[in-house]
């Protein structure tokens, strides 16, 4: 499943849980994340998320290398400065996520599980709001995302959304 369609999914799967108290609007969050391959090699990114209502999502990996990616429904810009690139892409394949996500269940452990696609999503709540994230990817790699600091429903820009490129940046469509 690509990046993309994760966080779709996961902001959707975030609202339904929340639906039953409130509605949400915005979500914001410092995030690390550790995807550990088949051979046990592990790879650690840090950064944060900005992510409002309906469709739009802006992702920022500070660490090890910087990297933006920009979602604006189906519009995708995936911007690398150490490669002076951006990359521009539309999503192709449209999927009813709300429908799959009410399938969501509550397991005995105490985490939602939510199977999309060939995927299984194991999202832990504390204090009632997400705080980690579980799932494997289409290349059989396991990926852990811990949520901090996080804000349900803070003020966010919708100019916070818009890639702006910078001069002398290659743009690539695909």
């Known amino acids: 499943m690509s990046v993309f369609k994760f966080w779709v ?3 959707l799967y975030i609202n339904l849980l929340y639906s039953w108290g409130q509605n949400i609007q915005s ?3 410092d995030f690390s994340q550790i995807i550990e391959s088949q051979e046990g090699r592990k790879v650690s990114y840090s950064g944060n998320i900005e992510a ?13 290398l910087k990297k ?11 911007y690398e400065p150490s490669l002076y690139q951006a990359t521009i892409s539309h999503l192709k394949q449209k999927t009813d996520f709300l429908s799959i996500l009410k399938k969501a269940t509550l397991q005995k452990d105490g985490r939602y599980r939510s199977d999309i696609g060939h995927n299984s999503y194991f999202l832990t ?13 289409e290349l059989e790699n396991k990926i852990y995302i811990e949520f901090k600091k996080v804000l349900i429903n803070s003020n ?19």
């Open 9 to 11: 999914i996961f902001l």
């Open 27 to 29: 979500f914001r969050s």
């Open 52 to 64: 409002k209502a309906p469709n739009l999502v802006k992702w920022t990996y500070l660490k090890p």
């Open 68 to 78: 933006e990616i920009f979602i604006r429904g189906e519009d995708v810009v995936i």
């Open 125 to 137: 709540l504390k204090n009632g709001k997400p705080y980690s994230l579980e799932f494997i990817d």
């Open 156 to 174: 966010i820009n919708d100019k916070d959304f818009i890639f702006i490129p910078k001069e002398g940046i290659d743009i690539i469509q695909q």
